[in-house]
């Protein structure tokens, strides 16, 4: 395999808002591992440069036991911070299949960056079809709660309030919300015209809100509420064709989904049913009235899930089981796919040299080579986006090796992105950091910092 000779991007173009560091003495990690020393690069380059209170842009140039020295950078917050939004960003607007217009990560911020926007790194793998202009990623992408891409269960990163974040592999499983003697029943549309209702099979329910929805004729309905207000706008929701396996078995679009992480364990939260329309019960024509935090859930009279629904809501708890996401979970708006997942715990994962992690290229390329890599991690009290990459040449590290890196460097828990030429960490009015001069790759996600 022969590589190209590259040099790094120091985005010298705006260097010029960087007031020159000067040199700090070197830093030896007190945990051993591949790297020997590290310290503030040679003027005229930066070493560090708060961009927001506790928000911060570091570069180090490493001393390697072994191969190339490596530049890192850093842009780092800490966690818990109010100010601090993580966010999985798809660099376009994806397609009705999941596929992703390519796309450079300062081309989407110049168009597309939410408010207060500080930096983004490169996000997870992808492939290409027959259309090379478009790729379709490798992991689960969930945008404010919405699914764009389900994934296969593999690794990924949830982005919580306050620049937090969960890692593990994340599935997302329909909602379901149970009827009589282990059936249940998928919600089929949030607030459907009365076209939506169409394709609503028998097994299926739709969840109305506002302040006096209408149950359709034909149609009977329950009003439900939560102890959170906000129970069922913050749902996960998605499209996709799955059998419900407890109701009708048979093919049904599904709208509700829930985040677990394939324990075979459901979590679970009870809803109260309460008195309207004289009853418990809502029948075709009636409006019944809703306070905030309040819905309306209907299905088809006459079909599968109306007698367990109603024999629910009209026993005496007055109260309804309905399947909610894994409470690790329960508070993430975002997922972003990625792999494999290199720190755990104050761990190194992969360790090995030459074993490759199943999740990546069974050709070894993506592992075992020495690339530039990204990851997103988290110690005791901070959150990073970081990138090493080699000083005079592209060369940067193996996926063993950058693990390890970490590790020294005080990560927790840490993991990996799309690698090689797709690694970047993009700054506005700072740099652009990629493995070769002016560079940067068209992908399809990027994780976005911002502070508000």
């Not at 939004?85 to 994806?94: G, K």
């Not at 939260?269 to 809703?290: D, E, F, K, S």
């Not at 490759?356 to 991690?377: C, E, F, I, K, L």
């Amino acid at each position: 395999m022969r590589f190209a000779r590259v040099t790094l991007s120091f985005a010298v173009g705006v260097a010029g808002c960087l007031a020159l560091a000067p040199q700090a003495l070197a830093t030896t990690p007190k945990v051993k591992g591949p790297i020997v020393s590290y310290r503030c690069p040679p003027a005229p380059l930066f070493c560090s440069r708060t961009l927001k209170p506790g928000v911060t842009l570091t570069h180090y140039r490493a001393k390697m036991h072994s191969g190339h020295s490596q530049d890192i950078y850093r842009l780092s917050w800490k966690l818990g911070d109010p100010h601090v939004r993580l966010s999985a960003e798809a660099l376009s607007s994806p397609t009705a299949t999941g596929s992703i217009l390519l796309n450079t990560i300062s081309n989407w911020a110049g168009q597309d960056a939410p408010a207060g926007f500080l930096g983004a790194i490169n996000a997870d793998f992808f492939s290409q079809g027959g259309n090379w202009r478009y790729g379709k990623p490798s992991g689960m992408l969930v945008q404010a709660r919405h699914i764009s891409d389900f994934g296969t269960g593999g690794p990924a990163v949830g982005y919580e309030s306050a620049g937090r974040m969960v890692m593990g592999s994340p599935i997302a499983r329909p909602v379901k919300i149970t009827l009589t003697e282990g059936e249940t029943a998928t919600i089929a549309a949030f607030n459907p015209s009365s076209k939506g209702l169409d394709n609503v099979k028998g097994d299926q329910v739709a969840i109305k809100t506002g302040s006096s929805p209408r149950v359709p004729w034909g149609w009977v309905g329950v009003v439900v509420t939560d102890a959170r207000p906000d129970f069922f706008a913050n749902m996960l929701q998605g499209n996709e064709t799955v059998a419900n396996s407890s109701g009708l078995k048979t093919g049904e679009t599904v709208r509700g989904f829930r985040l677990g992480e394939g324990t075979g364990v459901t979590t679970t939260t009870q809803l109260q049913v309460l008195p309207a329309c004289g009853g418990y019960v809502c029948h075709g024509g009636a409006r019944p009235v809703l306070d905030p935090g309040q819905a309306l859930m209907i299905t088809r009279s006459g079909h599968f899930a109306e007698a367990g629904l109603e024999q629910r809501a009209t026993a005496s708890t007055h109260t309804l089981t309905i399947s909610t996401d894994n409470p690790r979970w329960a508070g993430v708006s975002d997922v972003m796919g990625g792999k494999p997942r290199l720190v755990k715990g104050g761990r190194v994962s992969y360790p090995v040299p030459w074993v490759n992690p199943p999740m990546m290229s069974s050709d070894g390329w993506q592992w075992d080579y020495p690339h530039w890599r990204p990851a997103v991690a988290e110690t005791a009290t901070r959150g990073w986006f970081i990138i090493t990459g080699g000083v005079r040449y592209g060369n940067g590290v193996p996926g063993w090796t950058w693990g390890k890196m970490l590790v020294q460097l005080g990560a927790r828990n840490a993991i990996g992105f799309d690698n090689n030429s797709s690694t970047e960490l993009y700054v506005p009015h700072r740099g652009t950091w990629t493995f070769s001069p002016g560079w940067q790759r068209q992908i399809t996600e990027a994780t976005a910092l911002a502070y508000r």
